[in-house]
């Protein structure tokens, strides 16, 4: 049975107005139209819409959507194998944010620090300590650099952990749209992008466009950089250092 466009926006969840936009950019077009010419929803468009709905809340982009829907060797099944894989990656960040806010309201409640050991779990063997002496050297003297030694000063273990969390989601995000083909200098890369700068500035010092660009040239120039950043996919150093300069191309002006 063919439904209506209020009937399937009420059904999905979606505005009336969206809908529209999906027909009009021909990501999901309903097969009839009325005499009157209303929009008419076949199974079929509501699958589509479906399949859209589900990329959409994974983070995907409109263009990022109807690529991956247009491929003529895209499967049903292989698109929901996908999502619960995207779900289950998810679902571990968000478990880890948790457990990061239980233990913040732990923390308070008890006033415990950070010990070096709970540094260790947090951060593995890339501790903000081995950069320290030379992070002084190199930016001692920046704005930047102090602000970033006030407020980390305060960090407990629950505070590092979600922000690890946090930025390991970010790097996930700009690895999946590497491995989708998606170019770094696209609007896609750029909001990523434009989500890490918004990382900075929450957790360490207000991160200005132009050196969140040196940031992505720093990934890139220091091996050790490169390598952390590259555990989430070889070469997403690369592309986040083309991504980090997209989006501040963005800001000029």
Known sequence: MALKVSEVAGLA???????HHYDEIGLVRPSARTQAGYRLYAPSDIERLQQ?????????????????????????????????????????????????????????????????????QVFGDFTPEAFDDEAKQRWGQTAEYQESKRRTKSYRKEDWEAIRAEAAGIYADLARLMAAGVAPTSAEAAEAAERHRAHITRWFYPCSPQVHRGLGELYVADPRFTANVDKFGAGLSDYCRQAFATNAGRHVG
Do not use: C, H, Y
């Not at 698109?79 to 478990?95: C, G, K, T, V």
């Open 13 to 19: 969840g979606v505005t009336v107005r969206t809908l």
């Open 52 to 120: 859209v709905l589900f990329f959409r809340e994974l983070g995907f982009g409109l263009d990022e959507v109807q690529r991956i829907l247009s491929d003529p060797a895209f499967d049903v099944g292989s698109a929901l194998r996908l999502q619960r894989r995207l779900l289950e990656e998810r679902a571990i960040r968000i478990n880890a944010l948790i457990g990061a806010v239980d233990a913040a309201i732990d923390s308070i409640e008890k006033g415990t620090t950070m010990t070096p050991e709970q540094k260790l």
